[in-house]
């Protein structure tokens, strides 16, 4: 697996999903923030590698049950095996007629070093995961248990969340938003890009909130581009 640099890494905690989607339109990627999937948590961070699993509808003769074989259902063998800095993007097909997961799950993947959790579908115990300390994103709060609509088939193999595709290894990036999926062999470039876009359109915002023209502003023009230059130059030198 593709991995990123410490710094770059840590310049994904301060970009912004909507940065990220801009910058990845520029190299030709319109399809990457996920549809109907928001946060369960206020001020909301999320950043890791995609650990996929992968839901089909439940059948009757195979998914009649509560009580899950944990050594072979792929959903309880996904959780213990995802790694750190990995977050578990389950393919719920955008399904919320019942639980993709729940609390008690949502636990075991944070002992385990994962950095968090998203699904197209639902999640139940949803009070007790809003109290943890592990982002989490979904669709919807439902109380019935996954096996009554969904029937996990395997783990670590392309998927769909939210309309999305993702591929075991992409970058997930979630903020208040929402979630964006990177692939991640353009990781690296993405990112350096969005961090310089936010510095530039912090400036911009300020310069707009006390009353300038949007006028060769947003965009810049190559005067504003200068500007914003000397403003740098002269932040590096304080």
């Known amino acids: 697996m593709e991995t990123l640099s410490v710094d770059t890494f840590k310049k994904l905690r301060e970009v912004s999903t909507a940065s990220l989607t801009s910058e990845l339109l520029k190299l030709g990627y319109r399809n990457t923030f ?7 948590h206020t001020n909301s961070r999320l950043v890791g590698y995609a650990f996929t699993l992968r839901y089909i509808p ?38 919320i007629s019942a639980a993709s997961l729940g609390h008690i799950l949502c636990t075991r993947l944070k002992c385990r070093g994962a950095a968090g959790l998203v699904t197209d579908g639902a999640l139940r115990d949803t009070p007790a995961i ?85 006028r060769g502003l947003y965009p810049p023009d190559e005067s504003t581009l200068a500007e914003y230059k000397a403003w740098r130059d002269s932040q590096a030198r304080s």
């Open 34 to 40: 996920m549809k109907g999937v928001h946060p369960l």
């Open 58 to 95: 439940a059948r009757e003769d195979l998914d009649f049950q509560v009580e899950y074989d944990n050594l072979k259902n792929p959903q309880r063998v996904a959780v213990e095996t995802i790694g750190e800095n990995e977050v578990l993007v389950i393919d719920s097909r955008g399904d």
């Open 130 to 214: 809003r109290n943890m300390d592990f982002p989490t994103y979904a669709q919807a709060a439902h109380g019935t248990t996954s096996s009554v609509v969904h029937h996990p088939v395997d783990f670590q193999i392309p998927i769909a969340c939210g309309g999305v595709m993702v591929q075991p290894g992409d970058l997930i990036v979630g903020d208040d938003e929402g979630v964006v999926v990177i692939p991640a062999h353009v990781a690296e470039e993405v990112v350096n890009r969005c961090h310089e876009r936010d510095l530039l359109e912090g400036w911009i915002q300020e310069k707009v909130a006390s009353g300038a023209s949007i």
